[in-house]
């Protein structure tokens, strides 16, 4: 049986924050452009999938809210390689509510040891693309941050521009969306997804994709529950069904896979999604805010191959510091853009993405108007609240068995059992043996330990035994502890209209 997931010790309360300052976004001097590397000769099955680098550069908000001084973020903000995606750009949307940053992550195969590489087959050579785009949006509150993933392969037309590698002159054409960034750099692709959503970028961060193992070992790890076994040969991944603490190369593995089912890509940023709000949840409750020298090493890492724009430095992130005490994972939320048809052919391109252009539209508006993208938490119910599992009760099967000498306690038990949604038999019998059972006991077959705990749920301070070969039905055996059944009920994902869901919804229960 896998090991319990282990809770994460949490910081303790916070005395109320002081008004929050203002976050600038306004202009600023920037540095000259730098231009691309030029591109190598690149074969699309072999290049990796480098989702989760966003985790790096968003986590840089996160730690933030530790309220480090200003002397540790100043020597931090040192570190990063500035860039200037803005210049001479004209015709911009109009700037919204909250702040928009666009995070990049690259190809950096090149900083990479050869142990790693064949560890965690990481072969070919280094590509200098993008292969993950992600739009974060911070609310003008600082309360909440929304996550939106942008499909590699959407459909996009980019505008006109001069190729950074080839210096040919390119009128605006159909193509990829991760195309932007080898012909145009960051720039590019600024102008490329701000004309797809209409959203106005405020910063941008650029991450290599070797800082991602390093800050994921730097935290201690990132627990990842996953319901079924995850197996993919392309990236060595091979989870069992269960918790899993994952170190820095595990974790690649996770958010790279992509051949673990017929999800494709949409899996792949949905895992990447939900390693996120893990990260977040390790970050703000292992105690990383809280010890100066873990901070430091922590977000030293983080920065250590982190391009952005100017404007976003010291005083910006002493800004969201402030603003943000108290970031959690429910305080975040994470959507893909709605998709209309996942394999649209364009002549000399490809299959791309194509995306539902109304629902994404409302999508975008949302962020622009600075809304929430998940729905409101339902008041809560009156009289005891039911406990949340992962398995429905209506699909667990049920044997009950009396353990005691208390004639009709099954009948009752199996009854109570049944009102709260298992599937009973309605047939209670009397525990084989003829002692007296002091504990309530659960048995299931190893196949079905999530079964079984949605079960003692339902029944607390039961004992969990695993019994091999004992097949779908689980076995209650009634003991003299047994009070009542508590109500239970399976946990409810309120997505809206969008599919968004929350960072709590998705870490390790």
């Given at each position: 049986m896998p090991t319990p997931p282990r809770t994460p010790p949490r910081t303790p309360p916070r005395p109320a924050r002081p008004p929050r300052?203002?976050?600038?976004?306004?202009?600023?001097?920037?540095?000259?452009?730098?231009?691309?590397?030029?591109?190598?000769?690149?074969?699309?099955?072999?290049?990796?999938?480098?989702?989760?680098?966003?985790?790096?550069?968003?986590?840089?908000?996160?730690?933030a809210a530790g309220g480090i001084g200003h002397a540790v973020v100043t020597s931090l903000d040192t570190g990063i390689n500035r860039i200037d995606p803005f210049k001479d750009m004209k015709n911009r949307p109009q700037a919204g509510h909250g702040m928009n940053v666009l995070v990049v992550?690259?190809?950096?195969?090149?900083?990479?040891?050869?142990?790693?590489?064949?560890?965690?087959?990481?072969?070919?050579?280094?590509?200098?693309?993008?292969?993950?785009?992600?739009?974060?949006?911070?609310?003008?509150?600082?309360?909440?941050?929304?996550?939106v993933s942008l499909p590699r392969d959407s459909y996009a037309e980019m505008p006109e521009h001069t190729d950074l590698t080839t210096g040919k002159h390119h009128h605006a054409?159909?193509?990829?969306?991760?195309?932007?960034?080898?012909?145009?750099?960051?720039?590019?692709?600024?102008?490329?997804?701000?004309?797809?959503?209409?959203?106005?970028?405020?910063?941008?961060?650029?991450?290599?994709?070797?800082?991602?193992?390093?800050?994921?070992?730097?935290?201690?790890?990132?627990?990842?529950?996953?319901?079924?076994?995850?197996?993919?040969?392309?990236?060595?991944?091979?989870?069992?069904?269960?918790?899993?603490?994952?170190?820095?190369?595990?974790?690649?593995?996770?958010?790279?896979?992509?051949?673990?089912?017929?999800a494709a890509d949409i899996g792949r940023m949905q895992r990447q999604q939900k390693f996120l709000a893990a990260l977040i949840d390790r970050v703000t409750g292992g105690g990383v805010l809280l010890n100066p020298v873990r901070?430091?090493?922590?977000?030293?890492?983080?920065?250590?191959s982190v391009r952005a724009d100017q404007g976003f430095g010291t005083q910006q992130m002493l800004a969201l510091a402030k603003a943000m005490n108290g970031f959690t994972p429910a305080s975040s939320e994470f959507v893909s853009v709605p998709i209309g048809e996942m394999s649209f052919p364009v002549k000399g391109i490809g299959s791309t993405v194509k995306w539902d252009a109304p629902k994404a539209q409302k999508l975008f508006q949302?962020?622009?108007?600075?809304?929430?993208?998940?729905?409101?938490?339902?008041?809560?119910?009156?009289?005891?609240?039911?406990?949340?599992?992962?398995?429905?009760?209506?699909?667990?099967?049920?044997?009950?068995?009396?353990?005691?000498?208390?004639?009709?306690?099954?009948?009752?038990?199996?009854?109570?059992?049944?009102?709260?949604?298992?599937?009973?038999?309605?047939?209670?019998?009397?525990?084989?043996?003829?002692?007296?059972?002091?504990?309530?006991?659960v048995e299931y077959d190893p196949g079905w330990d999530r079964s079984a705990k949605s079960l003692a749920a339902a029944l607390p301070g039961a004992e969990l035994r695993p019994v091999k070969g004992q097949g779908a039905t689980l076995k209650v055996t009634v003991g003299a502890d047994y009070k009542a059944v508590t109500p239970v009920r399976e946990r409810e994902q309120q997505t809206g209209q969008f599919e968004a869901v929350r960072g709590d919804q998705v870490v390790c229960p």
């Open positions: 300052p203002p976050v600038r976004t306004e202009p600023v001097h920037r540095a000259p452009v730098r231009a691309a590397p030029a591109r190598g000769h690149r074969r699309r099955p072999s290049r990796p999938r480098w989702g989760m680098r966003m985790a790096t550069t968003l986590s840089v908000v996160v730690l992550g690259t190809d950096g195969r090149d900083r990479i040891t050869e142990e790693e590489r064949k560890k965690y087959r990481l072969g070919g050579a280094p590509c200098h693309c993008t292969d993950t785009v992600m739009l974060v949006h911070i609310s003008e509150d600082r309360e909440r941050a929304s996550v054409h159909p193509v990829k969306l991760n195309a932007a960034y080898a012909e145009g750099g960051p720039s590019l692709t600024v102008r490329t997804v701000e004309s797809m959503t209409g959203v106005k970028i405020d910063h941008y961060l650029e991450v290599d994709f070797t800082s991602f193992m390093r800050t994921v070992d730097a935290v201690g790890g990132v627990q990842i529950c996953t319901a079924k076994p995850l197996k993919d040969s392309y990236t060595g991944l091979d989870l069992a069904a269960g918790p899993h603490e994952l170190d820095g190369g595990q974790a690649l593995q996770y958010v790279r896979a992509r051949h673990v089912d017929g901070f430091r090493e922590v977000a030293s890492t983080m920065l250590s949302s962020l622009r108007d600075d809304r929430p993208l998940t729905p409101a938490r339902p008041a809560a119910p009156k009289g005891p609240r039911p406990v949340d599992v992962d398995v429905a009760p209506k699909t667990i099967r049920v044997q009950v068995y009396n353990g005691t000498g208390a004639d009709g306690l099954g009948g009752r038990v199996d009854t109570a059992l049944r009102a709260t949604g298992f599937d009973t038999t309605r047939a209670p019998r009397t525990a084989p043996g003829g002692r007296e059972h002091a504990r309530t006991l």
